[in-house]
């Protein structure tokens, strides 16, 4: 054999040996890549959604002004919402409008005041709480001599005007009692209705149809 030939077979020889060597390495490369690239998928994907959690609070007035409405933005067009239907929070002081599954407004609230129940020993609202239909009840202002205490803008939606949403509460002198006022969204206070911001309570009377179902829980 002349020495051509054994460098030829030679070469062949490193050749085959090198691609033996590096065989694993490329697999195990191939293999990486996919992994790297589904973690890297799933690292952009949650900035994202916390992204939507915190725009569901982003048109939220803060700090809260019962003189103003709860949300910067325009009050949702009825005409345009094909299930509309309202949920009371009682416990966190919240009034959500809902298309469907969707919140498209939401308002701060006060409702009833926790007192013990005799029978539980537990606390619970003066605010009932179910399934109810707002009421052809409304108007511009009431005063409760009884209670020493009224509102402006109401709407009823249990019992024909015992239960109602309407604005933070005003004095016998008809002017708005700050100190309770200052309670709105957040903490309860009221004798059983709904306490709104006035701007809210008095695009309520005008817009919320009868027969609207309303949720209150908490």
Known sequence: MNLRVKHWIYGIFCLLVAIIAIGPELHAASNAHPKKAVVESQVKEKPTQEKEIDNSESHMRTPIDWHK???????????????????????????????????????????????????TGKLKSVTPTGTFYAQQERGDSFFNQSLKEG?????????????????????????????????????????????????????MEKNLPVGTKIEIVG
Request: glycine share 8%.
């Open 69 to 119: 409405s709860s949300e910067t933005v325009p009050y949702p067009d009825l005409n345009k919402v094909k299930d509309f239907w309202i949920k009371v929070d009682l416990k966190n002081n919240r009034t959500y409008l809902y298309d469907g599954s969707k919140v498209i407004y939401t308002m701060y609230s006060t409702g009833g005041i926790y007192k013990k129940d005799p029978k």
């Open 151 to 203: 509102a402006n803008y109401y709407v009823s939606w249990k019992n024909h005007g015992e239960y109602l949403f309407h604005s933070v509460p005003t004095k016998a002198d008809g002017k708005y009692n700050e100190q309770e006022a200052a309670k709105l969204g957040k903490t309860q206070g009221s004798h059983g209705c709904i306490r709104l911001s006035v701007p809210d309570a008095q695009w």
